[in-house]
């Protein structure tokens, strides 16, 4: 009897996810992004290379990093990705407002990946002039304690790192901390872009997704109307990335298995979906909006939008 179809528990989501990191060039887009355009964008926070009126004692930079949505479903690895992504932008950060102290609010559900990136500042012997206060929450219910308590912190930068997609309301999301940026602040949000086949695949084979994966479908161009109804200033930078993906079509192999996994949110996907659903997907990923040939494999456009949002 073939089980059941179902969507992956956090810690088979463990296992998948690294399937993709391993064989995906996300890690190394964000590198590219940091070193090719964050520098100039944190430089147009003029005023930290000064005393705030508003603030007693030396100058500083207050950051807020939201890792998670409602669902708290990134792994290990991805929280481990995030991590170092954040503080290779405090790096940056530094480099470009020397002696600026860095206060750095770190909102994620997870303990076990709150635990984790503790230890890799633990680990980090640069950051003596960088605090860390981390709230063991989701975005809303940070959201919903800020309102309860009042205190409506404004921050100098803000990031959302590809944790939109599980987030309940996206445009409340994105209104309540755009309205927790100081004067000058940015607000940054990594997005898959409208040009990736995830974009494609979401659009126009989304029949042969399984009903499994609980988060949203949205791209650049979703966040972006979002953005223009609230009439706020943003800028959108593109950057490519690609998602080796050959093994997804050679039947018994485990990495491709783990890939299809994530692609689709479900466990063992080719071992519990019907015979047609699997042919179907396997078509789909194969389409050029999708996917392009290159030395015999097949690579998935993986490509990602950075969007900074002005205060």
């Not at 000064?50 to 998670?68: K, Q």
Request: aromatic fraction near 8%.
């Amino acid at each position: 009897m073939i089980p059941s179809m179902r969507s992956l528990t956090a810690e088979e989501y463990v296992e998948a996810f690294k399937s993709f990191l391993d064989h995906s060039t996300e890690h190394q887009c964000m590198d590219e992004f940091n070193k090719e355009q964050m520098p100039h964008i944190v430089a147009g926070i003029t005023r930290l290379c000064h005393c705030m009126s508003h603030r007693a004692g030396p100058a500083s930079l207050l950051l807020g990093d939201f890792l998670a949505g409602e669902l708290a479903l990134a792994s290990f690895h991805g929280i481990y990705l995030l991590s170092k992504v954040d503080l290779k932008m405090i790096r940056i950060l530094q480099a470009v407002h020397p002696g600026v102290s860095i206060d750095n609010e770190i909102v994620e559900p997870n303990p076990q990946h709150v635990a984790a990136y503790k230890e890799l500042v633990n680990q980090a012997p640069d950051l003596q002039n960088v605090s860390f206060i981390w709230h063991q929450l989701t975005s809303l219910e940070y959201e919903q304690q800020v309102k309860e308590k009042g205190t409506h912190k404004k921050f100098d930068f803000i990031h959302m790192i590809q944790m939109l997609y599980r987030v309940e309301d996206i445009p409340n999301t994105i209104k309540f901390f755009h309205s927790c940026l100081d004067h000058h602040g940015k607000l940054l949000i990594i997005i898959l872009s409208d040009s990736s086949g995830w974009a494609s695949l979401w659009q126009k084979h989304r029949d042969c997704l399984p009903a499994t994966d609980r988060g949203h479908y949205i791209t650049c161009g979703g966040i972006t109307d979002v953005l223009r109804r609230l009439g706020v200033e943003h800028r959108v930078y593109e950057f490519p990335s690609g998602w080796d993906i050959t093994e997804c079509f050679l039947e018994g192999d485990a990495v491709g298995g783990r890939m299809m996994d994530f692609l689709t949110g479900t466990k063992n996907f080719l071992g519990t979906a019907p015979a047609a659903l699997r042919r179907r997907l396997r078509e789909a990923l194969r389409q050029p909006e999708c996917s392009s040939t290159r030395d015999g494999r097949v690579i998935f456009s993986n490509n990602l939008s950075m969007i900074v949002v002005e205060s």
